[in-house]
């Protein structure tokens, strides 16, 4: 999958801009605060429809301005796509190859992409959410229908969420909850194992990267648990019964105490938890982990590499895990697009494409 090129009006600190990709390794390089991240970013933006870094799209407008556009040409499966995306006043309008689109599932998914940033760091060091949020993602690249089946059960949640809040008395809330609970199984079991799978589909991968950029005395686990149970079947298979035992407690603590919005996924380093064990640059290395392994499973269930965006990865590793990477990138067909503040550390690559970023201007150099 390919991107051959960029156009930004009004998009972050970009007034208007146009950026031509090579097909193999581009490097956008600058000082610190110049547009580099906004780069990728805007590329994020077009394939996801939404932003990886803030929630409200008119942040994304240049200050001053009053709307932003993005244009893109893709291509995956030797078919070209034009992607655009428009937004103002709260309102966004997407096109593919000048038709209107009407929802995320439409496009999200056509073009895949990876997306490496230092944050990234989160879905180790900080809580369930971002792990669920990381395998999501993922999942909704590979099968865009689990957008619906998300956005299906976080209704069924406000549902039933509105209905606790709300309750009076304990008789009236239990015949109630009974018809909110058969859905949020009903969902809630589809989640459960779409996101068991794809875990399993990482642990594999993971195991095979991992040696290699770890050295091979060190092992890394990855496990789904739901309902705190550690298998599919069993996690199932107690799923009607924990909604049942819960019923007066999620009455009395008017909150949704059971269901997969309160899964996590376990990732354990030489058998020990990683998110309270593992050194800065061991995180560092899990995170890159989990994101070759998501290049190679979007591969294999595509048949293409995904576009790579790595932000600013280099600084953060070591020599060998640099090595190893930057070595992954130049094999077969993989675009990848690399910011850094110093070209010094990608020097050895061959015939990359270097951008200069600078105050909100980008210029090719070679
Ligand atoms: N909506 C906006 N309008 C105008 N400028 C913005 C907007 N949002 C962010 N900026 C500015 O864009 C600049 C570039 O941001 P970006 O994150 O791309 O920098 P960078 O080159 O990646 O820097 P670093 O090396 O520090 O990561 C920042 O100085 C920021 O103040
Ligand atoms: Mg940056």
């Known amino acids: ?59 994304l407008i240049y200050w001053g301005q009053k709307n932003f556009y993005l244009r893109a040409n893709f291509e995956a499966y030797e078919r070209k796509y034009c992607l655009e995306s428009y937004y103002e006043k709260g309102k966004k309008a997407i096109k593919i190859n000048q038709l209107a689109c009407q929802k995320l599932s439409e496009y999200v998914g056509m073009i895949n992409v990876v997306f490496f940033t230092p944050d990234d760091l989160n879905i180790i060091k900080s809580g369930p ?83 290699k950029v770890f050295g091979c005395h060190e092992n890394m686990d990855l496990q789904y648990v739901s309902l705190g149970r550690k298998s599919l079947d069993e996690a199932l298979a107690y799923f009607p019964e924990a909604l049942e ?17 309160r899964d996590d996924i376990i990732v354990n380093i030489n058998g020990r938890s990683a998110r309270y064990y593992a050194s800065q640059g061991q995180q560092r290395s ?35 895990r640099r090595e190893y990477l930057m070595e992954y990138i130049s094999n077969s067909n993989k675009q990848t697009m690399i910011t850094t503040t110093d070209l010094g550390q990608i020097e050895k690559q061959k015939d990359p494409a270097v951008y200069i970023v600078k105050q909100g201007t980008i210029r090719r150099e070679s």
């Open 1 to 59: 999958m390919l991107i051959h090129n960029l156009y930004f009006k009004n998009f972050r600190n970009y007034s208007e801009q146009e950026i031509t990709f090579t097909n193999g390794i581009n490097i956008l390089v600058g000082s610190n605060g110049q547009g580099k991240t906004n780069v990728l970013e805007g590329i994020y933006y077009l394939l996801m429809g939404k932003s990886y870094r803030v929630n409200q799209e008119s942040e």
């Open 129 to 211: 959410l971002e792990r669920r949020r990381f395998i999501d993602l993922l999942l909704i690249q590979v099968k865009p229908a689990h957008i619906s089946l998300l956005n299906t059960y976080i209704r069924i949640l406000k549902q039933k969420s509105i209905l606790l809040k709300r309750s009076l008395n304990k008789a009236a809330a239990n015949d109630q909850l009974l018809v909110w609970n058969e859905q949020l199984l009903e969902t809630g079991s589809r989640v459960i194992r779409n996101r068991y799978e794809m875990t399993e589909k990482l642990q594999n991968q993971c195991g095979k990267m991992f040696s």
């Open 245 to 261: 035992k819960q019923r007066d407690a999620e009455i009395e603590r008017r909150a949704v105490l059971v269901g997969p919005h």
């Open 286 to 320: 899990l995170v890159l982990c989990l994101k070759l392994a998501e290049m190679e499973i979007i591969n294999k269930e595509k048949e293409e590499y995904p576009i790579l965006l790595l932000d600013d990865v280099l600084s953060e590793l070591d020599e060998g």
